[in-house]
């Protein structure tokens, strides 16, 4: 406890003004179970989209919370969404002409079958050191421990100079219709900070923490429906054009072909510093080489036959889904199919779509972007100085001598809006956790209960150094 409580005084001391009145050395016994009390409170909510959507009701909780914090009614907003609804609430800073400081987050969860669960999804439960139930990983625990810190802040007198806004949106697993609205409402803003993004790797046999990354830019989410149409027939009587055949020969070339590999500086220092935990030395040599040489082949192809590398390297598309014909005896008069990509940052759809027509060559298939609005190209956040000097010195406090790499994230996040923007945005959650242990949108999601106190030294550091 000693060693910690001179990391936060030293942390403390190396930020500039404002300062905090009573800065806290280490977390409370009580601040340390409002995370788990809130987590669990929050668990127990099913802010699934459809029929019984209690996300409007997580944001009651956390409005009540954040009352009994010091924040005033007119400072928190409950703004309903169809079924659900999104969260504001305002921390207003000493200086008005500075602009916000985000902290991102989403309330709702993953459906989830009870009787697939070795334990109720929506029943929280604490065994052997876990939480368990939908939203531990992803991403209620997560939010609730940037909100407390940020809440013990508050109660020990800190001053912030810029202007703090939590604003978690209701429906990010789904249609990100309220993270829009979000990221609309604050494109103002001087930067984001995403709890839903981000981590610490832990190793498997020991628990022992390896290294811990932050995001600073994501793939964009694309699907692209493939549909060829002929007038069809008698099976008996076979013609040239036939749709699932043409389909099929679209596909196979969809299927083989590879985009060039890229890299931006979060990927770039991502290999080189990623490289050293890799425990195969053929993949860790692939990564130090590729980091130096975006064209070296070798090192492409390499990475590329490692499921945990090839959405590192550049854009990907894969067929995920087909369907064709209308009875056995007849010759198919449509047959439709699938493409899903994940698009390098730098990239429209357009110019994907036009490349894959390219590559497939049978002019007969027509190709249509189906992906709606639920997801939009970004390019990568700046690797801001001040900002990863306050990640570093956050980390150093709550999990000495970890290492810290920047990464690119193959998932989609309320980023993406506010990056769109042009609005930096990072995941930053300090949550740790092991591979095996990494159940979101799965069965029994959990997460480890000793992430709490150092996650709040870590936003005890993290939040003054941004807010000053």
């Known amino acids: 406890m000693r060693r910690t409580a001179l990391l936060l005084a030293a942390t403390a001391a190396a930020v500039s003004v404002p300062v905090l009145a009573a800065p806290p050395k280490a977390p409370s016994a009580a601040a340390e179970a409002k995370v788990l009390d809130l987590s669990k409170q929050a668990i127990a909510l099913r802010s699934v989209q459809g029929e019984g959507n209690k996300t409007a009701e997580v944001a009651q909780l956390y409005k009540r919370a954040l009352l009994g914090a010091g924040w005033a009614e007119k400072d928190i907003e409950i703004t309903p969404i169809d079924d659900t609804a999104y969260l504001v609430a305002t921390w207003q800073g000493s200086d008005a002409k500075l602009k916000p400081l985000v902290i991102s987050g989403h309330m709702d969860v993953v459906e989830a079958n009870p009787k697939d669960w070795t334990r109720d999804p929506f029943t929280p439960v604490v065994e052997n050191g876990y939480l368990y139930g939908r939203g531990a990983s992803d991403q209620k625990f997560s939010e609730v421990l940037a909100m407390v810190g940020l809440m013990e802040l508050r109660k020990a007198g800190y001053k912030p100079k810029r202007t703090i806004v939590i604003a978690f949106s209701g429906d990010e697993e789904t249609t990100m219709k309220t993270g829009r609205i979000l990221a609309d409402r604050f494109a103002h803003a001087e930067m984001v900070l995403n709890t839903d993004g981000s981590g610490g790797a832990l190793d498997e046999a020991t628990g022992t923490p390896l290294y811990w990354t932050w995001d600073g830019a994501e793939k964009t989410y694309v699907d692209i429906q493939l549909e060829v149409t002929n007038p069809g027939g008698h099976s008996s009587a076979p013609r040239a054009e036939n749709a699932i055949a043409q389909l099929s020969q679209a596909l196979a070339k969809i299927g083989a ?103 497939a060559g049978v002019p007969e298939v027509k190709f249509t972007d189906v992906t709606g609005d639920t997801a939009t190209e970004s390019d990568a956040s700046p690797m801001r100085g001040d900002y990863v000097a306050a990640v570093e010195k956050a980390m150093a406090a709550s999990w000495p001598k970890v290492p810290v790499i920047p990464a690119q994230s193959s998932g989609a996040t309320d980023s993406m809006w506010y990056r769109a923007k042009g609005v930096p945005s990072y995941g930053i959650s300090p949550v740790f956790i092991k591979d095996s242990d990494d159940f979101s949108h799965g069965l029994n999601e959990r997460v480890e209960l000793r992430n709490i106190r150092p996650g709040l030294i870590y936003y005890f550091s993290l939040l003054p150094a941004l807010s000053k």
Request: hydrophobic fraction near 45%; glycine fraction near 6%.
């Open 257 to 359: 072909y590879r985009f060039k590999a890229e890299q931006n500086p979060l990927t770039q220092a991502y290999f080189e510093k990623a490289a050293q935990f890799e425990s195969d030395p053929k993949l860790a040599a692939a990564m130090r080489a590729f980091a130096a040489n975006v064209n070296d082949e070798a090192a492409v192809a390499t990475l590329r036959a490692s499921t945990g590398y090839v959405g590192k390297v550049g854009t990907t598309c894969v067929p995920t889904m087909v369907h064709g014909g209308h009875a056995v005896n007849a010759l198919p008069q449509r047959a439709t199919a699938n493409v899903n990509c994940r698009v390098f940052p730098g990239h429209t759809r357009a110019q994907i779509i036009a490349e894959l027509q390219k590559a």
